[in-house]
């Protein structure tokens, strides 16, 4: 049975949506889901969300019950990096040196937290957030009165520092820009959020990088760009992340800060798809491709790369990009992809604590940022996809449906 | 989306279980009987039992992939909406009032066993 077998090399929201949609399609040569850590494949957005809340150890959020994988005829091997692709021989090498055979291979491997060049990162009680190990280690040191020092203002940093703060630490935020969340969001998004944290005790410090960690024998001190020292109990870095690539490289499969993919997800070698965070998809008239971090995007891509290796359907799943935050009891849905240049409209009220974002290019709707006003997200992201023009003022006007505010353009 | 592998198409011989057990109509009329485990949300028993729903915010009531329909009878014995779901569901195309559902916010009870769960349309 298991002639055509179809590798794929981590087990999180990409790799195990690709094993899952196999099965659906009943693809009978074989399906292996290797990943390196032992756990059964989880959820990463609680991570940083529910699971620091609360100080017991709260159960993993399993992608599917474990017992799916056995009934569906899935393969898993867990507790085992992939070494080697060795793309000849058409066979991945674990670690200990056992090899596998591959019809086709799926790259699921996604990514990996930047580190900081500076000196002291690798101090105690420096924290980044990525696995179930990481929460599990951050979560018992969040304990109350604790001082924390949030490195980032992402949306993990955020969470983290709500989490924290929850839990009754002091929390302290450095960021390097002028504002939080500025890479996926908007100034007046920013300053909301910037506020919520505020009236729940964080303190900010914006415009200053790390030059050191500083400790003996853990971390005690931030040493701020502008020379200022921060005393601290632990640290939590959240200042981005790198694509895991490096095994597609060693193979000589192109990369960019990213596996380099078609619309299919196909990379440098036909055989080889990769998918999730670790890929970076090049479409026409996008110089320099995209890559996404995000549950969405992890699913969406498994789906296309899986149609086409049983298929070679060309269909690719298309669905406008999504994420979700949640800091503080507020929620933040952002769909579409902002650029600094788009006009804004503002739907709703701040004030209020309600509202949305409208991101307009060129006056079509192109991306949203919904706050607390889930009400507005799925009739954008269907507007988005049509690229629909919208009337600025009657966009603007909660009590007319979004939908409405759509202007007929003859083109 | 055709092919279920997991969900066993109704069987009425099949053997009874402990967990209560429900039947869901999927998007071609077919007829799955699922057991319907501890601990599990209705979202699930879907997803875990093969079934097209993509679920893609993990049950947090933030993408509305996971919309179904119950009887009215029973939607009305869950009580209200909590509010993302109301404003999530609302704007779905298929939206009922009486009968739509996110599925990631229906715990399992055993008031719940015997249940006929229809996927509703993919937006
Ligand atoms: C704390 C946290 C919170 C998040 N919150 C949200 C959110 O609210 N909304 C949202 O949309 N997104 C969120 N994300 C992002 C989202 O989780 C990722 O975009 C998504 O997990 C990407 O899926 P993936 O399969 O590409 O990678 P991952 O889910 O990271 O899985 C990759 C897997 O590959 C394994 N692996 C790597 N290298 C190897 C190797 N050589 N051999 C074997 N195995 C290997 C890794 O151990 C890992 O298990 C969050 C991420 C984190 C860390
Ligand atoms: S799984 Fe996303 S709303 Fe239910």
Same mark, same amino acid.
């Given at each position: 049975? @298991? $002639?055509?077998p179809v590798i794929i090399i981590g087990s999180g929201h990409a790799g195990v949506q690709a094993a899952a949609r196999l099965a659906e399609l009943r693809w009978d040569g074989g399906i292996v889901l290797v990943d390196q850590e032992e756990t059964a494949p989880y959820e990463r957005p609680p991570l940083s969300k529910e699971m620091l809340k609360s100080a017991d150890p709260t159960a993993l959020s399993l992608l599917r019950k474990d017992t799916f994988y056995r009934d569906n005829n899935i393969e898993r091997i867990s507790g085992r990096p992939v070494r080697t692709i060795d793309r000849a021989a058409r066979q991945i090498e674990l670690a200990g040196g056992v090899r596998h055979s591959y019809h086709r291979l799926i790259i699921a491997t996604g990514s990996t937290p930047r580190r900081l060049d500076v000196p002291g990162a690798d101090l105690p009680g420096v924290h980044t957030l &990525? &696995?179930?190990? /990481?929460? #599990?280690? #951050? *979560?018992? +040191?969040l304990t109350a009165g604790s001082r924390v020092t949030i490195v980032g203002a992402g949306y993990i940093g955020l969470e983290v520092a709500a989490a924290a703060a929850a %839990?009754?630490? $002091?929390?302290?935020?450095v960021e390097f820009r002028d504002r939080v969340l500025s890479r996926v969001t908007s100034e007046i998004v920013s300053r909301h959020f910037e506020s919520l944290h505020r009236s729940n005790g964080a303190r900010f410090v914006f415009g200053a990088g790390v030059r050191a960690f500083e400790g003996d024998g853990r971390v005690q001190r931030v040493v701020t760009s502008d020379g200022t020292s921060l005393d601290t109990d632990i640290v939590v870095v959240?200042?981005?992340?790198?694509?895991? *690539? *490096? #095994? +597609?490289?060693d193979a000589g499969i192109a990369c960019d800060d990213g596996i380099l993919v078609n619309p299919h997800c196909q990379t440098s070698d036909p055989e080889v798809y990769a998918i999730g965070d670790v890929a970076r998809c090049l479409r026409d008239g996008e110089p320099r491709g995209q890559r996404l971090e995000s549950v969405q995007n992890a699913v969406a891509q498994a789906i296309t790369a899986t149609n086409h290796v049983v298929s070679q359907s060309c269909e690719v799943k298309t669905e406008v990009p999504w994420f979700w935050t949640v800091q503080h009891g507020t929620r933040l849905q952002t769909a579409g992809l902002r650029h600094? &240049? /788009? /006009?804004?409209?503002? %739907?709703? @009220?701040? #004030?209020?604590?309600?509202?949305s974002v409208l991101y307009l290019r060129e006056g079509r709707l192109a991306a949203i940022d919904t706050v607390d006003a889930l009400k507005d997200f799925v009739p954008a992201k269907k507007l988005i996809a049509a690229g629909a023009a919208l009337d600025p003022a009657r966009a603007a006007d909660p009590s007319i449906k979004l939908a409405q505010s759509q202007t007929d353009i003859a083109q | 989306m055709t092919d279920i592998r997991r969900a066993d198409v109704l069987d009425p011989e099949a053997p009874d279980t402990a967990d209560p057990r429900i039947v869901v109509i999927d998007r071609d009329g077919e007829h799955h009987r699922l057991d319907w485990e501890p601990d599990q949300s209705l979202m699930e028993v879907l997803r875990d039992n093969g079934l097209p729903i993509l679920a893609s915010c993990g049950g947090t009531a933030s993408c509305a992939t996971c919309h179904v329909f119950l009887d009215p009878r029973v939607t009305a014995e869950l009580g209200e909406r909590c509010e993302d779901e109301q404003e999530l569901l609302e704007e779905t195309e298929s939206f009922d009032t009486a009968r739509s559902r996110l599925s990631c916010q229906v715990e399992r009870s055993t008031a719940l066993d015997g249940i006929t769960v229809t996927l509703a349309p993919e937006e």
């Open positions: 049975m @298991s $002639d055509k &990525s &696995s179930h190990a /990481d929460a #599990l280690a #951050l *979560q018992k +040191a %839990r009754g630490c $002091d929390v302290t935020i959240g200042v981005g992340v790198v694509p895991n *690539q *490096q #095994l +597609a490289a600094e &240049s /788009d /006009d804004i409209v503002v %739907r709703g @009220s701040a #004030l209020a604590g309600k509202f | -």
